[in-house]
C-alpha cells in the first residue's frame, strides 16, 4: 500500500513538473507584444518629410530629430511652423507652448516622439541602405505570389547580377545558405531584434559566418536570381520581420534610407 501510494506521489509530482516546464516553455517562447499603432504611423512617414526634417536638423543642429520629425508628421506645415520656431530658439520640447492645439494631438504627437525614440528607423544614417549600387524598386508588399497561395512580404530591389548586397544594421548572423525559396540567402537578427532577410543572391561573402557578428555595410554578397527567381530579373528580396513574428512592409524604410546614400 505504501509502495502504491508513493507511486502516486511521484507520478503527481512527475505531472506538476511536466506543466510548469511547458508553461516555462510557453512564456519563454511567447511573441512580444508590440502596439498596433506603431508600423502604421512609420509607414506614414514619407521619404520628402524626412528628407525635409534631415535638412532643417542640419540648419539647426539644436534640434532634435525626434521632436522635429514627430510635429511635422502629426500637424499641418502651418500648425507645424509655431512649434518648429521655438525648437529652432532652443525651447526643449517638454517645454512648448502648445498654444489652442486639442489634448488629443498633442497626446499625439508625444506618442509619435516616443515611437521615433524607440525605433529609430528614420534617423538619419542609423541604418543603411541594402544595395550599394545601381537599383530600382516599388512597393510590392502584399502582391499574390504563386497564384495567391501566398503573399510577397518584402521589397524587391533590381539591378545587375553581381550589384553588391550590404547589411543595413549590425547584428547576429541567424541564417545562411540555401533554401527552396530564397535561394541563397542570409538572415541577420538586427540588434534591434528584427529579423532582415536577404535572398536570390548570387553568391554569399565568404567572410560570413552563421553565428558570427556583422557589422551596418558590411558585404552579404551579390545580386543575384536564385531560389524560386530563376526565372526573373536579378534582384535581392529584403524582407523585415518584427520580434512578434509579423512580416512588415521594407519599402518606406528604404525609400527613406536611400536618401543618404550616396
Known sequence: MKIITLIHLRLVQLIILILFAAIAWHLLHKPPNISTDIY?????????????????????PTIVWEDLLAIHSTLSEKESLVLINQLRVQVSFK???????????????????????????????????PVHGTTWFDDSFGADREGGSRKHEGTDLFGKEGTLIISTCGGKIEQLGWNRLGGERVGVRGDDGNYYYYAHLQYISPQLVKGNRIETGEVIGGMGHTGDALTTPDHLHFGIEIPNGQWINPYPFLAAWKLWTK
Not at 502604421?40 to 539647426?60: A, G, N, R
Not at 489652442?100 to 515611437?115: E, G, Q, V
Open 95 to 129: 517645454d512648448l507652448n502648445w498654444g489652442k492645439l486639442p489634448s488629443s494631438t498633442i497626446k499625439a504627437i508625444r506618442r509619435h516622439r516616443d515611437i521615433l525614440r524607440q525605433y529609430p528607423y528614420y534617423q538619419p544614417h542609423k541604418y543603411t541602405f
Open 40 to 60: 502604421p504611423y512609420l509607414s506614414s512617414i514619407t521619404p520628402t518629410l524626412v528628407k525635409q526634417c534631415q535638412e532643417d536638423t542640419i540648419k539647426f
